[in-house]
């Protein structure tokens, strides 16, 4: 599976940006699939998970309430609307796609990702 993300750039604080993810194919279509980010100098996070139907979620506490991840399983595409974005939201945005159909937090779990996406927030 090949993960395609686009939608990154900058933006100032409190403004919004809309991240993409497709898959290379339909094989992601069966399982969860997450956002992480990585700012420099500092490890890998977890930001958000959505499950194989859309029907469960989980979000990093630090991101709840502004931002909102999506699927369209028809386009094998998933997304991560950003809003309220705050200078420490800088970072490399990665997707990837799960081995579990539910959504998960635990970075062990992914074993497709995609390449980064920069996302940098200005004060």
């Known amino acids: 599976v090949q993960l395609q993300a686009s939608g990154g750039g900058l933006v100032q604080a409190g403004g919004s940006l809309r991240l993409s993810c497709q898959a290379s194919?339909?094989?992601?279509?069966?399982?969860?699939m997450g956002w992480f980010r990585q700012a420099p100098g500092k490890e890998r996070e977890f930001v958000a998970s959505?499950?194989?139907?859309?029907?469960?979620?989980k979000y990093a506490d630090s991101v709840k309430g502004r931002f909102t991840i999506s699927r369209d399983r028809a386009k094998d595409t998933v997304y991560l609307q950003m809003d309220s974005l705050k200078p420490e939201d800088t970072a490399d945005y990665y997707c990837?796609?799960?081995?579990?159909?539910?959504?998960?937090?635990?970075?062990?779990?992914?074993?497709?990702w995609g390449q980064g996406t920069q996302v940098t927030v200005s004060s």
């Open positions: 194919r339909r094989t992601a279509s069966n399982n969860a």
């Open positions: 959505i499950g194989w139907n859309g029907g469960s979620t």
């Open positions: 990837a796609v799960s081995r579990t159909p539910v959504a998960t937090m635990m970075t062990s779990q992914y074993n497709y």
